[in-house]
């Protein structure tokens, strides 16, 4: 037997064909009731809408390119699960690529064959050049939980400058004066904005962060590992450390425990993030909580703006941030 058409789906539907093609779209210009006779025409006849026919008629792929790297990281593995659930639910399809730690960026060629109708970028760095050449060769493209320095770019963040304020107001709320961090990468929005905003707060509250208690790596369990070791090695050291994300914390809690320190007795310990080892017994981090469901729901809906209308000036949302309270803080030992 030969597979079904949409002519065969239209006669049975008793419709057009190109009322089939709009329907099965979702074209709000076909009303609902005909909408589910062409599905259940669909349906009958086991037929299966081209992607390349849609392609040749509308110009468009269906398909979106969501670039990611750090997968080893969950923040990002959790952000991609959402972000594909939340692309789906809008109608692309998903063309996953990734980044490897270590190896070449993805380089913009890849993405401007004209298979993708979009690109959402999660991992970029502030000197990226990649989301300025893709908006000047007309491909959308938006960024996920880190920007660059250009107003021209679609981003949708979480407010790290709030986060990083909640972290310094309640160390300082606790009594802590004898304050440590372990930063993140300046080369990134999230490492830059979180650091910036904390440092602000403790100024204000009249707390110098010394720079034997300051230490910088990457977003890694490795860097929060090391870093908490040489930390609590100075001379005077810090009764509270504030990790740019959760890994580096997930790190410095291992450390903590390697070394017989109690958390939060002996030493505050606060993250950012709230990936899902966070809340697990073993860690009982706390840290700020990025709404990730809510920021995938923005980006997608952010790029199916500017899919639909290419000339719109760059828009920047963020989402809001909590300070989840578990069991890693508490006032400065006696």
Known sequence: MRPATSHDVARLAGVSQPTVSRALRDDPRVSQRTRERVREAAAALGYVASRR?????????????LVTGQLA????????????????????????????????????????????????LTTTALDSRLPRQLAARGLPVVLFNR????????????????????????????????????????????????????????????VALADTRIRR????????????GELLAVARPPSAIFCANDVIALGALNAAAGSG??????????????????AWELCRLTTVRQDLAA????????????????????????????????????????
């Open 261 to 278: 320190i109690a958390v939060p007795r002996d030493v505050t310990v606060v993250g950012f993030d709230d990936i899902a080892p966070a």
């Open 295 to 334: 920021m995938a729901s923005a980006t997608v809906r952010l790029l199916g703006e500017r899919i639909a209308a290419p000339d719109l000036p760059g828009r920047r949302e963020r989402i809001p941030v909590r300070l989840v309270r578990r069991g890693s803080h508490a006032a400065p030992p006696r």
């Open 147 to 206: 920007a660059v320095d250009d107003d021209a770019i679609d981003v949708c963040e979480s407010d790290n400058a709030a986060g990083g304020r909640l972290v310094a107001r309640t160390l300082l709320e606790l009594g802590h004066r004898e304050i440590g961090a372990i930063f993140g990468p300046l080369d990134t929005s999230t490492g830059r904005d979180r650091e910036l905003a904390f440092r602000a707060v403790l100024a204000d509250g009249g």
């Open 53 to 65: 026919g849609r392609s040749l008629s509308t110009r468009t792929t269906g398909q979106v390119a």
């Open 73 to 120: 990281n969950p923040f990002y593995s959790e952000a991609t699960k959402h972000l594909h659930a939340a692309l789906t639910a809008a109608g692309h399809g998903v063309e996953l690529l990734t980044e490897l730690p270590d190896g070449p960026p993805i380089a913009a060629e890849r993405l401007l064959d004209g298979a993708v109708d979009g690109v959402i």
């Open 217 to 228: 790596g990457p977003f890694a369990h490795a860097a929060g590992h090391r870093a908490f």
